[in-house]
């Protein structure tokens, strides 16, 4: 574990140079011990693949201060009912009109379609953090056979629900946004909504299952949530 002092209200503690689950385990322990503490003058916690930045009020806290918490709190082990992990199921059409990518990430590694949809549905992914836009979740353990370079040029606006891959990750589109990532599919989900609490449907942690909808499944989730909404 490295402790490297950001800026003069950051610390970045860093458990490994590599993506990697045992690293990601190291980070998702303090994330979540530093939370349950509640100190007020640490003000915010960026957990990464395989590091954690901590900002906090330097009017009330030190680097010094900070890092022998960190120290202590990641030598200690987490008790096993601390953690109870969630696993999210995400329905996706992966219909042609939604799968913007879809047949050229089948080109791509010269399998067929449905063989795409099958490994895209067969993994159970880790989100590793969120970032990039709001409720975006980078999620971990995309098969090999479909990781696949990003777009050459991104899109200027990627439709809210887009599922896409691009190397060895996958993720969801929570709003409108460019985006470079090659897109198979869709969901009907919100991802993302200010108004709830989360306002994102994932959160770091949290355990992953694409499951394939037909199209005629897809437009009655959207019609249903249509009809909340008014």
Partial sequence: MKLLRASDSSLLVQFGDVVAPEFHERVLALFRSLLTE????IRNLHPAYASLLIDFDPLHMTHDELSERVRRLSDMKPRANDVTERLVTIQVCYDAEFGLDLADVAAYH???????????TSVTYLVYFLGFSPGFAYLGGLAEKLQT????TPRTSVPAGSVGIAGNQTGVYPLDSPGGWRIIGRTP???FDKSATPPSRLQ??????????PRSSFDEMVQSA?????
């Avoid at 509640?38 to 003058?41: F, K, M, N, P, S």
């Avoid at 010269?110 to 895209?120: A, W």
Wanted: no cysteine; aromatic share 2%.
């Fill in 204 to 213: 770091t942690g949290d355990r992953v299952q694409f499951t394939a909808v």
């Fill in 110 to 120: 010269s399998i067929s379609i449905e063989e795409v949809v099958r490994l895209h």
């Fill in 226 to 230: 249509q009809q909340k909404e008014k």
């Fill in 38 to 41: 509640r100190d007020a003058r």
């Fill in 189 to 191: 989900l919100t991802m």
């Fill in 149 to 152: 370079p990003r777009l050459a």
